[in-house]
């Protein structure tokens, strides 16, 4: 439990309007969230479908503010892991490097110096300078990836993205996003794959209906959890 | 983090520009065609057909749509930028002021552009430059402003209401005509032309007139109404944006 607090969430909840039109019908995405993220942690966040994980990690990486409780935020960087953000089809690669980069909360200077690298590991040789509507999806995709890798933020949030393209890709783009983890950043992992969350998380968040319900060392929570699991099947 | 955003805004805006050459097949020259077009249309209803144009209709009027299209595409592009890039506000966090400012600046570096060749056809038309083109410059502050801000309080509003956006082509084209764009405010007769002479658009665009075609400094006290009333409408639209922001990354796709 050392580690400054970076982010610190208290009885937060989150609420949408059910449809755009007139009459107000508010459903709440997250209910009633604790989480405390210190820095060095890595944190996995566990729940089934609908539980609220996504617009959880939005609210950490300040693209949705809470409705109600409280939210404290040091003064750090939180970036959503996001692929392609921004863009643009007429667009070379390398522009689009670096416009997806600033958008990811790069300095331009430092997509510049990482464009050469991103260049590489993208292996799209020539096509780097090629308007992007030219690209195969997986071409895209593994453009996307490579910029997204160079993006360092205090607190790294990740949704689901940990390996695009075809197998070979797959596989490399999986290997830089597990050495990302492992260089003692501070990660948020949101996964469907408990096999993922033991793999790369010390530290667990289990949110079931929009509520926190229990977080804590990895093997305690995992533990509690399919206990739950198998008190929600039915008997035999 | 405020320098990482004036990065963002003009490396978009440069690809904005960029994207907009590729996309068509003539490209930069579409810049020029479109409010070329436009005027002809105006000429030959209001000078040939109705014979209502006067002297030095046409110069007055390319200067008029030219600076029109300008102010108008401010207020639409910048007006729809939150809008077509919600995608992206649902994904990073990001200022949703940042958008209409893209937009507007790219459609600002057009706007040069075809400035220049605006000023070259009035050259070879026997308006010489003078002076009082100095004024420009304050006038041009005072329209991006009032374009801006008009710009930014429909931004604000059409992602929460994006049905609004059949009804601005509407109320735009309604303001062009009651703003002396494609006829000239001494043209018309009075009590109507003090009641038009209110509108700050019409103001600037006599002002425009003035510089261009007859060398005469602005009027300083009406170019500085307008401008005061331009500044408190940008800040208007900023704050409303603001006040929204939180709401836009919860919109359905």
């Not at chain 1, 400054?4 to 909840?13: P, Q």
């Not at chain 1, 195969?136 to 607190?155: K, N, T, Y």
């Not at chain 2, 300083?220 to 009333?229: H, V």
Request: net charge neutral; glycine share 8%.
């Amino acid at each position: 439990m050392n580690g400054e607090v970076l982010v610190e969430l208290r009885n937060v909840g989150v609420a949408f309007s059910a449809k755009r039109s007139v009459g107000d019908s508010r459903f709440w995405a997250l209910e009633d969230v604790d989480l405390t993220l210190r820095r060095g942690q890595r944190l996995g966040v566990i729940g089934r479908n609908g539980a609220g994980k996504s617009t959880l990690l939005r609210v950490i990486a300040g693209i949705l503010a809470p409705d109600r409780g409280h939210m404290k935020r040091g003064p750090v960087s939180c970036q959503l892991l996001s692929l392609a953000l921004g863009f643009v089809p007429h667009l070379s690669g390398r522009d689009n490097a670096v416009l997806s980069g600033l958008m990811l909360g790069l300095r331009r200077r430092e997509i510049v110096a990482r464009l050469a690298a991103i260049h590489e590991f993208s292996e799209l040789g020539d096509f780097f300078e090629q308007p992007i509507q030219t690209y195969s999806s997986g071409m895209m995709m593994r453009l996307a990836f490579s910029v997204a890798i160079q993006v360092e933020p205090d607190v790294l949030l990740i949704d689901e993205v940990l390996a695009v393209g075809d197998a070979e890709f797959q596989q490399k783009s999986g290997a830089a996003l597990r050495a990302r983890m492992g260089e003692g950043h501070t990660v948020v992992l949101v996964s469907h794959s408990e096999a993922q969350i033991a793999a790369l998380c010390d530290r667990v968040l289990w949110v079931e209906h929009g509520r926190s319900v229990m977080e804590g060392d990895r093997d305690e929570v995992f533990a509690a959890y399919h206990r739950d699991l198998h008190l929600a099947a039915p008997a035999p | 983090m405020r320098q990482h955003l004036i990065e963002l805004v003009f490396f978009s805006t440069y690809a904005e520009l960029r994207a907009e050459r590729a996309r068509s097949y003539l490209g930069l020259a579409w810049w020029i065609l479109d409010p070329a077009m436009q005027m002809a249309v105006w000429w030959l209803l209001i000078d040939v057909i109705l014979g209502a144009g006067g002297p030095g209709y046409l110069p007055s009027l390319l200067i008029g749509v030219t600076l029109w299209q300008w102010m108008k595409s401010c207020m639409t592009h910048g007006g729809y930028a939150i809008w077509s890039n919600l995608n992206l506000v649902r994904q990073v966090a990001l200022p949703p002021l940042v958008f209409p400012i893209v937009a507007m600046l790219s459609d600002t570096v057009k706007f040069f552009y075809i400035l220049v060749v605006l000023v070259v056809i009035l050259w070879f038309s026997g308006y010489p430059p003078s002076a009082a083109y100095l004024g420009l410059l304050p006038l041009f502050v005072a329209m991006l402003l009032f374009s801006a801000g008009v710009g930014f309080v429909i931004a604000a509003l059409v992602p929460l209401l994006p049905d609004l956006r059949f009804v601005i082509e509407q109320v735009l084209n309604v303001v062009m005509y009651v703003s002396g764009v494609v006829f000239m405010l001494s043209n018309v007769k009075s009590p109507l032309r003090e009641l038009l002479s209110l509108n700050p658009i019409a103001v600037m665009m006599d002002a425009a007139r003035g510089i261009l075609m007859r060398g005469e400094f602005p009027n300083w006290i009406g170019l500085g109404k307008a401008s005061l009333i331009a500044f408190a409408i940008c800040a208007f639209g900023v704050w409303f944006i603001a006040r929204l922001a939180p709401r836009y990354p919860k919109l359905a796709a």
